[in-house]
Each structure stands twice: as C-alpha cells, then as structure tokens.
C-alpha cells in the first residue's frame, strides 16, 4: 500500500516535498517512482528511484530541480521539488513497480499506487 501526502499550494520559484509511505511488504526489490497528471492528459513520469542501490532517473523537466530519495528505515519516499513553475501542477501520484534495478518511465509498468496528492503552483 502507498500513500502519498504533501500536496499544496506554492508559489512559483518555491519549494514543496512530497511523501510516499510504502507499507505491506518490503520494497527491497523495487522500484519507486512519481508520476504526475493534469486533467485530459494521462500520467506523466516525473522521477524514479531503485529501493535497494538508490539509482535514480528524473523527466528532462524535472531535471536540477526536483530530488527523489527514500528513506529505508521509514519506508518513506519522497519527492522534493525546488524552483517550482506552474507548469508543475498537477496531480501528483507515487507507485511502485516490481523491479530490482531498471527505472521504467511507462505508468503502465508500474504495479502499485497511491492516491494522489494535488501541487498547484501559482505564477
């Protein structure tokens, strides 16, 4: 089970940090991500980040701006986000896809998500 929290309303130039609590199983041979959608559109890979060796991969959007970490002893995932843009709204939803090492972009790879948490950025 995922849940996200974290969500809310920043300015543009400001800073947000999302989390993900991942309970129900270990996650050590998973792969976390965070995807994010607007409305008419579907989910948008922002970042991912590899449970066990802590690799990550991050949307060219995102890139320098957003951080993907996990805390393994709090089972916690998170997404800080830095320099928001109002382009950066969305809908924002963590998963988790059964893979020990290679960062899927694809929402359909992943097996598991949360409930999603809304980031809106006013310019």
């Known amino acids: 089970q995922l849940q996200a929290s974290g969500g809310g309303l920043a300015q543009a130039g400001g800073s947000l940090r999302l989390s993900c609590a991942a309970s129900g199983h270990g996650f050590n041979s998973y792969v976390m991500g965070w995807f994010r959608q607007t409305p008419g559109k579907g989910r948008e890979f922002v970042a991912a980040i590899s449970w066990r060796f802590g690799g990550t991969h991050y949307a060219d959007s995102v890139k320098g701006r957003f951080t993907i970490s996990r805390d393994k002893a709090k089972n916690m995932v998170y997404l800080q986000m830095d320099s928001l843009k109002p382009e950066d709204t969305a809908v924002y939803y963590c998963?988790?896809?059964?893979?020990?090492?290679?960062?899927?972009?694809?929402?359909?790879?992943?097996?598991?998500w949360g409930q999603g948490t809304q980031v809106t950025v006013s310019s």
């Open positions: 998963a988790a896809d059964y893979s020990i090492a290679e960062l899927a972009t694809e929402s359909y790879e992943y097996d598991y």
